[in-house]
């Protein structure tokens, strides 16, 4: 089962509906809940069918939860602090146990609840109140949110996104004498690349530490949980949600959009249980310490276009649990190409795999899917990009690292493979342009 590779070296103490939670001080509330052994954290609208972190990065709804009085927080981009308040929502009864998914059981090829039981006197309005409450995301928060000033302001070079390739491209124009901002909605920079640990080689730390340096030094500002929510011409909306909600609106010279990609997704029974989650999720998991579980399935599906200089989560994960953090007993790892169901109600315990047209089943406790992923195209696509569509799917067409007027792009969000060296050079050209009059 999950659970932690080491003690904390800083704990604070932190509640689930009551119950006492140790952490680490500062790291995801919802690695936190992993490792403690609650997998099942959020509860899907309607139908209720139980949800975990899946994604550890925001992209998902398997983390929701009330933080605070707050609800439909996501408790993977949430600190561990003490005295932390964590609620589970959306259920009637407990976290493990929702009478709520009765409606799952009754309705199993799905329901309509807008035409269930309609023109019957009575029976329709009892229907309706019924699906309103098991519908819902949660109540509203205990005390209500002051509206916040929002502010507009210029800046030289604005990057979105502090994984490897936003971080390169920070450093190299600031090495031009520019003035950059970075904005980044995880917790500390690094992106999903953090996950990727030592078993990523040099050319990672490098680049971490340059822009380190640059941070340092002031010649970057780095804003972490900030959300850039939009760009409308040559605007962009960001959002910090630690500060209120308060929002700013930014007017960059030059834009350089980094923001990754998202993690592939795989058709199977059940591939939205808990303790299913990708590669890159577990990796983030075990940068915090945290092992996803004793049995793990690695699911890696057959015929994906990958650069052979790419180093996957997948590969990463098997790597650095060769020899876990902490020194404890490595985890079990089979992997994998073809997973036909998850089992388990609340929690996995088995994973159904076909192989040469026999279908097994296998104890797990981690099932791990290590797809292609695909570029996170949509801050491009609002800020005047051109799309293709490719295998990994929708990508901006890009010239020299160019999208669109004075906005770049650079990393997986331009489809490249997660490869640092060919970061870093991209970052170079496009620090070229930025400093010349031109640009």
Known sequence: MAGRLSPPRDPVTFTLDGERIVAERGEPVAAALVAAGKSTLARSPKFHRPRGPACMRAACDGCLARVNGAPNV?????????????????????????????????FPDGMNHHELFAGIPGAQAAVLAFAGRVAGLGQLPDVGRATTPSARRQVEVLVVGGGPAGMAAATAAASRGLRVEVVDDALTPGGGARGLGV??????????????????????????????????????????????????VLEPR?????????????????????????????????????????????????????DPRELTFGDAFERVMR???????????????????????????????????????????????????????????????????????????????????????????????????EFVRAAAEIAEQLASPVA
């Open 74 to 106: 996501m408790t993977c981009m949430v600190p561990a602090e003490e005295g932390l308040e964590v609620t589970t929502q959306n259920s009637l009864g407990s976290r493990e146990v929702d009478l709520l998914r009765v409606t799952d059981w009754f």
């Open 199 to 248: 078993a990523s080689g040099s050319a990672l730390a490098a680049v971490r530490d340059g822009f380190d340096r640059a941070v340092a030094e002031g010649r970057v500002r780095m804003r972490s949980r900030t959300i850039a929510a939009g760009v409308f011409g040559r605007d962009v909306i960001v959002v910090e949600p630690d500060g209120g909600g308060r929002a700013e």
């Open 254 to 306: 030059a834009l350089i959009i980094a923001a990754g990609a998202h993690d592939g997704g795989v058709p199977f029974e059940n591939n939205d249980s808990p303790g299913v989650m990708s590669a890159r999720a577990a990796c983030l998991l075990v940068a915090s310490g945290v092992s996803p579980g004793d049995s793990v399935v690695l699911l890696v599906p057959p015929g994906a276009p990958r």
């Open 323 to 421: 020899t876990p953090p902490g020194g404890g007993p490595p985890p079990r790892v089979t992997r994998v190409e073809e997973v036909v169901a998850a089992k388990g109600s609340s929690g996995l315990r088995a994973v159904v795999v076909r192989s040469g047209g026999e279908e097994r089943s296998l104890p797990a406790d981690a099932l791990l899917v290590d797809a292609v992923r695909a570029p996170a195209y949509e801050l491009c696509e609002q800020a005047g990009a051109t799309l293709t569509h490719g295998p990994a799917g929708y990508a901006p067409v890009v010239d020299r690292g160019r999208i669109a007027e004075a906005t770049w792009a650079i990393g997986e969000v331009t489809g490249a493979p997660l490869i640092v060296e």
